[in-house]
């Protein structure tokens, strides 16, 4: 019975008018021709696979990849440290007189969420972000980066540090120098002048 009702169905639906019928097969053609102008627009283009890591594309210049210091700059002011939001940089020196023995400089990317809001605050401008980040290892420690170029002394600081040295002691050897001097002659005229004195006998 139901069977029945479905056949009758179909039997009466309306049939397509001969305009309905062009204006599909025109609208079936013009959108597989839009379609196809896209894929044949790049059909014919020159493939933009990039083949990673013997290829790379160009970096943008404000890319915020792994740091870099210039340590030379640097103060150890520690204000990028303060900036940190989740405290992922330390640093550590020892400072003798105004220059500065390096020990570390570390930043852990295990944490560091490359904000860039160390960079901002520091007054040598001498931490930036770089354009480097294939950063791979097996090794957790690794990832506690030491951003320094060299441990200890710069060359120009043990210059300047012997320098000042050298200028110290010379001011102190002139001091005794002068204080040996005033010293002989206050003993001098204490004890009269022998030449002198033998002149006048
Ligand atoms: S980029 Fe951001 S999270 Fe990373 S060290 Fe600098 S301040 Fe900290
Ligand atoms: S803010 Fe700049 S100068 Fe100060 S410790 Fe950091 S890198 Fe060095």
Redesign the pocket.
């Known amino acids: 019975m139901s069977d029945q009702r479905i056949v009758g169905k179909v039997a009466t639906r309306e049939p397509v008018s001969v305009g309905d019928y062009f204006k599909n097969i025109w609208d079936a053609v013009t959108t597989t021709v839009a379609g196809m102008k896209i894929t044949g627009r790049y059909f014919f283009q020159k493939p933009i696979t990039v083949q990673y890591p013997d290829e790379q594309l160009p970096i943008p210049d404000r890319y915020r990849g792994i740091h870099y210091?210039e340590q030379d700059?640097?103060?150890?002011?520690?204000?990028?440290?303060r900036a940190c939001p989740i405290d992922c940089?330390s640093?550590e020196t020892v400072r003798h007189g105004k220059e500065l023995e390096w020990i570390s400089f570390t930043i852990d990317y295990q944490k560091c969420m490359f904000c860039e809001l160390?960079v901002y605050?520091?007054?040598?401008d001498?931490?930036h972000m770089g354009t480097e980040f294939a950063f791979v290892s097996e090794d957790r420690s690794e990832f506690n980066l030491d951003l320094l170029s060299y441990k200890g002394m710069s060359r120009d600081a043990r210059i300047r540090m012997k320098e000042a040295a050298e200028k110290k002691a010379a001011k102190e050897a002139a001091k005794k120098a002068k204080a040996e001097a005033k010293a002989k002659a206050e003993a001098e005229k204490a004890g009269g002048d022998p030449q002198a004195e033998g002149s006048d006998g």
Do not use: G, V, Y
């Not at 700059?73 to 440290?81: G, P, S, V, Y």
């Not at 605050?121 to 040598?124: D, E, N, Q």
């Open positions: 210091l700059k640097c103060i150890e002011c520690h204000a990028c440290e940089i640093m160390c605050p520091c007054p040598a001498c931490i």
